[in-house]
């Protein structure tokens, strides 16, 4: 990824922060996806985040770890907010730039 797409996507990224809610909700990812303890954690911030935010904003997660969250709860679940989800950078870069 060059430098200057990096610096961009910081600019407009959001750090989300891991709350006790954020760990128990996990907790029912890991058990009703299969999601590893990471990913579940992962996951239920990525849920939280999305449910806070406008519906008519653009929300999108990506990661690379498509084995784990490339499946159809979890991109249904996702797309119930309006966020798309991206296996990788250069598709979520390109459906950025689509937009703008």
Known sequence: ??????????????????TG????????FQEELGLSPQDAI????????VKQQPGDKVKVFVSRNWKDFD?????????SYQCKYFSNFRSVLGYIQSLL
């Open 1 to 18: 990824m060059c430098i200057k797409t990096l610096s961009r996507l910081l600019k407009i990224g959001v750090s989300i922060d891991i």
């Open 21 to 28: 809610t954020i760990y128990d909700d996990s907790i029912h």
């Open 42 to 49: 992962i996951y239920s911030s990525i849920i939280k985040n």
């Open 71 to 79: 499946q159809e709860e979890i991109v249904d679940e996702l797309q």
